[in-house]
Structures are given as C-alpha cells and as structure tokens.
C-alpha cells in the first residue's frame, strides 16, 4: 500500500530544499531561486511539518541539515528528475516542442500564405518538419481542440475563449463569373438584381460559406444552389465551368482558371474575413509556435 502524500509535500519545495542543500545558506538558496529567504525559511519548515518530522537544527539563526534532510534530498533528485522526464514525454505526444509542427490550413491560403510561412519557419528552425493538414474552418477548429493539429491557418473562429489568434491580415468576398458573363462589364455587383441566376458554393463550415449565405440574407432572397464542393479549387472550376456563380475571398485572385473574374459587391454586401494565426491559450509557451508567431508578426506583409 502506498503511504499518502501530505499536500505540504511539493515539487517546488522539494526544488526548495535540493537549492539550500546545496548552497547551505537560506540566502544563497533564496539568490538562486530568486525568491525571498523567508520564502526559503517557509517552505523548509511545510516539508517538516508534512513529513511530521524535524529535517534541521537550529543553532543560532542557522539552519543545519540533518541525516533525514540528506535522505529526502537524494530522494527529491530522482523524482524531480523523473517527473521532469515525464513531462517532456508528455509534451512531445502532445506535439509541445516536438520535431515537428502540425499546421492546419483552409485550402485557400496553400497557394501564397503556407509556402511563404513554411518556408520561413524553415529558415529559423531547418531542424522543424511540418506537416500541413486542409479543411474547413469548423474541421480545422475540432482538429485544434483535438490536438490533431498545433496550429489553424483560418478565420477567427466566434465565442472560442480557448483560443487565441493572431490576425494576418482582412479579405473581402466578391463575385466571381465567368469572363464574358453579363456582369463582366460592371465595376460592382448588385446581388439583388441576381436573384434568378444559378450558384454554386462550398459546403458548410467554411468561412466563405457563411460570408456567402450572410450576402444573400442582406440581398434579401435565397439564391439557388445546384451544387456544393468541399474545396475552393473545385469551386472556381465550376464557376469556370458555366455551372454557376458564387462569392469567393479576393486571396484566390492569383490562383483563379483564367476565364474566372472577381467582381466587387457593392458596399451593403461586404463580408470581410480576418485570417489569423490560431492556436490553444494552453499552448502558448510552446517553443515551436512562438518560433512560428514571430514569423507572422515580421512578415504579415508577405503574407497576405
């Protein structure tokens, strides 16, 4: 049966002790741990009273230690030691300040935005592996919560008080057509007057997908959807395709089938994404994403 532990028995006291052992001075210990000798003092005496029995002489204003101070010191050691092992085994199957980052991304940003941040991180840390994993922003958020991924490259996620983010920069959505459509000519589209046409639109989930039904709301009708993708990619080629219309984020721009154009909404129907750097609060010290955070906040300009 295993004896219990008084809860006057601590990591950091044990920390504590092995620091006056080895000075053998309450203000030395307290120089090296950069905390105050009555702190030192105090925490000795809670390791007597939870052993239940004296660890020190007193003589004088000294502390002298004894055969049973000597015995809980080569004891805290090997468990200070041990536990120190244990959490950074359990860090690394976590993914904290392992050999590799997992980077999750909507697939949008994989043709400018995760080259130039791989290729960044690269160049700070070349030991790093990366592993990119795609999805919608509701999968990229679960994945995170998970612990499937370290980091999501998306919108950022409403009512998450877990997360943090790191905004890299705003996109706005606009029409997309095909060249030579009736709307090629006009420098904004009134989606109103779009009401009879055909869309096509990603599915549910997506950050442009909700841009894109909150347009419509503001239009004032529900438009007819005769087809759903999972990626973006697809999506421009049905638009390409003359299968429909939809509302894409302006960051395709560069990545669009030639025949595809971008067509401003008018201001009533702005939907504006902040794509962000997004990670776990409990995950905030990670070595790994601190190396990554202070590549977006020096490069948001390249970024974009």
Known sequence: MLLHVDEEITFRKLEILLAFMETGNLARAAEKLEISTVSVHRALHSLETGLRCALFRHEGRNLHPTDAAQALADVARDVLRTMS???????????????????????????????????????????????????????LLQKLRDGAIDVALMAVPEGTADVESEPLFEDDIRFAAPVGSPYSGQKEIDLAACAGER?????????????FVESFRVAGFTPNVVMETGDIFSLMN?????????????????????????????????MRQTIALNFLRTRERDPNLLALLALCRSSKAELA
Do not use: C
């Open 85 to 139: 092992e244990g959490i950074r085994a359990t860090r690394e199957v976590a993914g904290y300040s392992s050999d590799r980052i997992r980077i999750g991304s909507l697939y949008s940003l994989t043709s400018r935005t995760v080259p130039r941040l791989i290729m960044g991180l690269k160049l700070r840390k070349p030991e790093l592996h990366t592993e990119l994993v795609l999805g919608s922003n509701a999968d």
């Open 199 to 211: 869309f096509v639109s990603l599915s549910e989930g997506f950050v442009t997908y909700s841009g």
């Open 238 to 270: 049905l638009v390409s395709g003359g299968v429909g219309y939809t509302l894409l984020p302006g960051r395709v721009w560069g990545v669009m089938p030639q025949n595809v154009q971008l067509i401003p909404l008018q201001p009533r129907y702005l």
